[in-house]
Each structure stands twice: as C-alpha cells, then as structure tokens.
C-alpha cells in the first residue's frame, strides 16, 4: 500500500511539473504580466503622414470566381470537419457572389465503386448535404446551392487500388453562374 501511494504521489508530481514546463515555459501561456519599455515621442520628432486612397468604381473590380473545392472523405463516410481549404473558399465564393448575384454553388458527390449503385448515390447526396450545411452554417443562402450525386459513376481515378478509390470519395464544390 505505501508503495502505491509513494508511486500516486511521484506521478502527480511529475504531472504537475511536466504540465508547468510545457505551458508555462515551452509554449509561454501562463498568466504573468509582461512589461515592456515604452519610449515618449516628442511632438518633433512625430511624422505625419497623409494615406493616399485610390477609389475604384464597381465597373473596375472584377471578382474572380475560385478554382473548385475538393473535399475528400473517409470510406463510407459523410461527415465533414471544418477546415482551412474550405473557409478560404467560402470568402472566396462570398466576394464572387456579391459581385455576380445569380451565381449557384454547386455541390456534387461523389463514392467510390464499393456497394451498390443505390447506396453509393445516396452516400455522394449525403456528402454534398454536408457540405451544404456547412456553408449554410457559414451564411450562404440555402437557395444559392445546387445539390447532386454522381454517386460511382463519375470516378476522377482508377477504382481498382486503394489511392484511386481514396480520391474518388470526394465532394466537389463549384460555382456557376
């Protein structure tokens, strides 16, 4: 029993200490006031400096509509989590939309040649309404998405090898005008 709690106690210890060091030393995130010098700057020595703005017209901006978004999915799975790609895209599509209104995202899913036909159209609309609610979530109009499945039947890739058939599991996300 003594050796139990003396093995308790050192691994606590050890616990504490480790977890101080990465956090407060390693990674600098624990509460402890920093102070830095500041120097006064005379009102001589302050420059003033003019911003210059140039104003364009809506006539000379041209939105440029982003290359498609590839999402790529787990076997048999529909389930998405948020990432970078995605959230560059959204802003992306967002600025194109503002520009060009009667633009449609469309959002298409794709499987694998794994199951039957029936199943793998239903798994690439399952796919395309995650991604839909994803960018629904994010403040896209529900009425500017276009959903559709292709289910097996358009492969980007050989289905006979585990590579090929990892990037047939996919959602493409494009935008028409």
Known sequence: ??????????????????????VCKIKGLCNQQQTSLVEAIKPLDAVIVTPVVEVQTDAEVQAVAPKDLVIYFAFDKSYYVSGSDASEYFDAANVYIKHYPQTVVSIIGHTDAEGTQEYNMALGLRRAQTMKKYFESKGLEPSKIKLESKGENEPANDNSTESGRASNRRTVVTLKK
């Open 1 to 22: 029993m003594r050796i139990l709690l003396i093995g308790f106690i050192a691994f606590v210890g050890w616990s504490w200490l480790s977890t101080y060091i990465y």
